[in-house]
C-alpha cells in the first residue's frame, strides 16, 4: 500500500547533540511537510517542500533544518537539540492538483524524539 | 490562514449522531474546509473536506452554510473507536491545525 514512513518510530538524543529523523513516501507527491507536535497540542507546521522548493515558516527555529534529496526523501534536522524540542515530528505529503483543488494532506506515524 | 474555534471537548454514547462545529469568520474565497482525526500517538488522518454545501463519505457528514463562515462535521452513530481529537482546517495547501475537539465516546 502507498504510505508515508518515519523511521525511527522513538528516538532518544542528548542534550545538544544532532539529530536526523527520516521520512519517505511511495504516493509520489510533489508536495512534503514537516510538524512538530508537542504534547496535548496541535501539531504545528515547521516546513515544506514543493517539489525542490523549500519553505520555512516564520517562526520555525534556525536549529530545525531539512532535505529533500529527490521525491520519495525528506530529513528533518535538527542542529542542536534542547529538552524544548522533545515532541512528536510529523511528516505529511500531499499532491497539488493545482489552482481548482484543494489538497489531501496524508500523514505518517510520526517520531517520537526523547531529549535528555 | 483563516483561524478556526472550536469546542475544546464533547462527550457523547455510543450509537449517537455526534455534531462538532467549527467557526471560521474570515475564510478566504479559495479556502477549503477540512476535517482530520488523530488518534493518541498517531498521525492525523483524513476525514472529509467540502468547499460549499453537503458533503457526504462513507464515514462523515460535512455541512458548510452559504456564507461559509462555520462547518458542521456530522458523525453518525459513533463507536467507542472514534473517540479521538477531531481537527477544523481551513485554508489550501499548508495548514494551520487550530486547539481541535477531544470527542470522547462513552459506553
Not at chain 1, 501539531?43 to 519553505?55: A, G, V
Not at chain 1, 505529503?93 to 524524539?113: C, H, I, K
Request: neutral net charge; hydrophobic residues 30%.
Amino acid at each position: 500500500d502507498a504510505m508515508v514512513i518515519q523511521n525511527p518510530r522513538y528516538q532518544v538524543t542528548q542534550f545538544g547533540k544532532p539529530v536526523t529523523l527520516s521520512c519517505s513516501q511511495t504516493l509520489n507527491h510533489n508536495v512534503m511537510y514537516w510538524y512538530q507536535q508537542k504534547s496535548s497540542q496541535a501539531p504545528k507546521l515547521l516546513f515544506h517542500y514543493y517539489d525542490k522548493d523549500f519553505n520555512n515558516e516564520a517562526d520555525t527555529p534556525d536549529n530545525f533544518q531539512s532535505r529533500r534529496p529527490n521525491t520519495s526523501f525528506c530529513f528533518l534536522d535538527i542542529r542542536s537539540p534542547g529538552l524544548g524540542d522533545a515532541a512528536m515530528y510529523l511528516c505529511a505529503t500531499s499532491r497539488d492538483q493545482g489552482a481548482s483543488s484543494s489538497y489531501e494532506q496524508y500523514f505518517g506515524p510520526g517520531t517520537r524524539l526523547t531529549v535528555t | 490562514l483563516a483561524k478556526t474555534t472550536q469546542p475544546i471537548s464533547m462527550d457523547s454514547y455510543e450509537g449517537q449522531e455526534v455534531n462538532i462545529t467549527c467557526s471560521h469568520n474570515n475564510i478566504a474565497t479559495n479556502d477549503y474546509i477540512t476535517w482530520y482525526q488523530q488518534f493518541p500517538s498517531q498521525g492525523p488522518r483524513f476525514i472529509i473536506q467540502g468547499y460549499k454545501t453537503k458533503v457526504t463519505n462513507e464515514v462523515a457528514s460535512l455541512f458548510i452554510p452559504a456564507d461559509r463562515k462555520s462547518s458542521t462535521l456530522s458523525l453518525p452513530r459513533v463507536s467507542l473507536s472514534d473517540t479521538a481529537v477531531y481537527y477544523c482546517l481551513v485554508g489550501r495547501g499548508q495548514l494551520t491545525f487550530g486547539s481541535g475537539t477531544q470527542l470522547t465516546v462513552l459506553p
